[in-house]
């Protein structure tokens, strides 16, 4: 191979290594946030804590289900109105 090339394959080598290495750097601090989430907060989600809606502020208790429904409606919303998203999306797949 020419110098040149060699040069380029480990220079593209090193970069694809850095990436990975500051990817991987960058998604550790997120995954032990989401593991602490889950492992201080998992038995505080019931079936009772979803189907109910949010007591006033104060109270103890209250769910999640306005939420739950309000992010249903705009999942529906966006594919109902915005089919040419959902076109545009299933090119580049």
Request: proline share 3%; with cysteine.
């Given at each position: 191979?020419?110098?040149?090339?060699?040069?380029?394959?480990?220079?593209?080598?090193?970069?694809?290594?850095?990436?990975?290495?500051?990817?991987?750097?960058?998604?550790?601090?997120?995954?032990?946030?989401?593991?602490?989430?889950?492992?201080?907060?998992i038995?505080?989600?019931?079936?009772?804590?979803?189907?109910?809606?949010?007591?006033p502020?104060?109270?103890?208790g209250?769910?999640?289900?306005?939420?739950?429904v309000?992010?249903?409606?705009?999942?529906?919303?966006?594919?109902t109105?915005?089919?040419?998203?959902?076109v545009?999306?299933?090119?580049?797949?």
């Open positions: 191979m020419d110098k040149f090339i060699k040069i380029r394959y480990y220079k593209d080598k090193l970069f694809k290594a850095g990436i990975v290495l500051f990817t991987s750097i960058a998604i550790l601090p997120l995954l032990l946030i989401i593991f602490y989430i889950l492992k201080k907060g038995s505080s989600i019931h079936w009772s804590f979803l189907v109910n809606l949010p007591k502020v104060g109270e103890v209250g769910g999640i289900s306005n939420a739950i309000g992010t249903i409606i705009l999942i529906l919303h966006r594919f109105y915005c089919p040419c998203l959902l545009s999306c299933q090119e580049f797949t």
